[in-house]
């Protein structure tokens, strides 16, 4: 395995720029094969490293896939002597401490398949430029810590009328041969990761939004003719956003238009740049008749993470790419209170903690782990991680729990003010959040430095005599690659008491029934007082720390908890607990050869959570859904698929089949057959009626067949239609099924996100997405490998959603994951690298798929010269370094 280019960069390394930019110039000359890409940029020594009487040191541009034409320095050419190209950038020799540089490059956007840089999506030109990308466009210092006012001329045939850039539009002309030229220019200092570029022959929507000041925003959403009709949900969930952020945070936006483009080709969500947003397709848009609730909902939540960006991310942003949670986790903690303000707030809760558990805290015990605040990497594509992400909010939201609201807005607030217009770090985050508030965060700092997930272990005792209840916690993290020595963090858990009839019970003098508890040794008691009787904890409440939690909690004790408890979220995660003990008492079993006992305990405590018609139906559908085949599998170290894949089968059907009156009476209840609407209230009661629905299917009573076809043929919506063809695919006769699958598809072949959905649906079917249908799927004609929207619906669909067939005894799952990785490496090195992450858990499985796995992974490497992206994922997996 070889990679001339592979080197790892460390944060120790760090220094500051040689050279700022003030402004940057940029004209296009649209071409796909050989656009012309002219840089205007006005330089000067850097004076906080500038020292007297010295050698000005070279100017380092980077630079990757560019054709060179011409370097000046202030209207003079440069002779070759004064520059060299080197692998990864230019380097100059400089003779003075300002100067303006220009410099003439060719690239082709048409030939980028790695969709970084400038490229082509269906015919409309545009950028992804976060994190390395701009160097695929031009020679610059692409590090976020240059920031520059950028103004950008792009010049087209008048074949692609709309043309963008950041910031206001300043200019638009015809040339005299008759091609559009249109410049615009960003008034705010942005490093080049935010660039962006859009020109096409594009449709828009336009509405507009008045700023608490009282300024008005003009709000444009770009999209292909096609899709015009999609787009209004996105422009509500933007204006609720720019609204919210008004209120949360104190936060106005501050061009005169922000605009969003929807692009098929993209390799990631959607990115913030300055102004005009490009998001993935799928991201953006949406209407009832093809986008499912659950679509809505990542699209408002992903419209508004990108706007919140405009101010953490854009005018406050990353020093190094090490800091990369300064604006990833904070953003991702503030889309999710956003979201949890617009729909149900325990619900929203629930599906980012299984996030957690189920994938990022793989990745914390697995080749790849890191800490928030990564030490090094060779690829920072690579570092784009559920980590930073999800766990780097995690971070954020414990100093949110640790201050509360008031003190955590006053931290934002001196953060915002004292780092505007700023490259910063995450020490600068904490130490605003220490200083608004004389606040003490310094054992907490090691949640940025320290990787692995943490394990609580909690032991109480109580004295009857004294009416004394104490709570004894234990601490450690396990070592992760590099970091063996764990010291104990500050970790807030949120807990409370529950006397025997369910009531809480006062925790101390001034009454309150629930407190954060500061655990910051390795063990560390916590005594109430004045307790009568023998209180039931109910423990980590809300997750308030991304831990594994261990108490010895009895069944009784667990159903008790999911009927009683105050905090939603301990309810449900009260009865996820049940399931996961009934399931791995079901895996006991079956790894001992015995017959599977009915899981009884868990359907008394299912019956319970149906007939509770005051509960949420969205909160009902997540207490119902059994714990995913991947969440069972980070239960232990030595995984047995076949084992998961079994009882997780025939809980499911012991538990259809003793519900199945109660599933079809709440089902009956909820078919209301309402005109559709993404409000949080009818999105809770169709997912609780598509629970039923499929739980009815399982029982495997034809009856109940008949309501899924009725509810498909009826196709009022796109949840209720996918939900219903989901269940007839997986528990209907295979022949109806085709014909089910073929309907739908020659209803929707038009539309490129439903025929998304209808591949992923067969791609991740337990039933239907074997080996040989998923390479059917890859040579449908709607399949395209160089669209990663496609190649997660089919590949990553089977890969990382198909637990029972892609972990088929043969190993023929693996072998083929193997080979699509290889091949895309050498379309698109980032989504090969996020592929092969299935691959990267071989330690985790039992003897036989842990050599299968292995022998795989170990073919990539052997397949010839890697990315730097997958070599990087590559060898670390395979541990050699
Ligand atoms: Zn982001």
Redesign the pocket.
Known sequence: MKDSQARTIYLKDYQAPDYLVDRTDLTFDLDPHATLVTSRLKVRRNPAVARAEETLPPLWLDGSDLELLSVSVDGELLPAQRYQEKPGGLALSVDRAAFELEVQTRIAPEANTSLEGLYLSNGMYCTQCEAEGFRKITFYPDRPDVMSIFTTTIVAPATYPVLLSNGNRIDSTTTEDGRLRVTWEDPFAKPSYLFALVAGDLQHVEDHFTTCSGRTVKLQLFTEARNIGKCAHAMASLKHAMRWDEEVYGREYDLDIFMIVAVDHFNMGAM?NKGLNIFNSACVLASPETATDAAFQRIEAIVA??YF?NWS?NRVTCRDWFQLSL??GF?VFRDAEFSADMNSRAVKRIEDVILLRTSQFAEDAGPMSHPVRPDSYMEISNFYTLTVYEKGAEVVRMIHTLLGEEAFRRGSDLYFERHDGCAVTCEDFVVAMEDANSADLKQFRRWYSQAGTPVLEVTDAYSEANGEYSLTIRQHTPATPGQNDKLPLHIPVKIGLLDESGSPLPLDASGREEMVLHLTEAEQTFTFNGIASRPLPSLLRGFSAPVKLRYGYSSAQLQFLMRHDSDPFNRWDACQRLALDSLCKLQQQYRAGAALESPDTLIEGFAAVLDDVTLDPALVAKMLSLPSAQELAEQEGDIDAAAIIAVRVFARDAIAKALEARFLARYRALDRRKPYTPAAEDIAERSLKNTCLTYLCAAGNADSLTLAKTQFERGENMTDTAAALAALVEFGPEEQSENFLETFYQQWQQDTQVVETWFGLQSGSAKFGALERVQKLMSHPAFDVKNPNKVRAVVAGFAMRNFTQFHREDGSGYNFLADQVIALDKLNPQIAARLVTPLTRWRKYRAEESGQIRVALQRISDSGKLSSDLYEVVSKSLGQD
Do not use: L, V, Y
């Open positions: 913030e993470h990108e960006h991310g604006k990833e953003t």
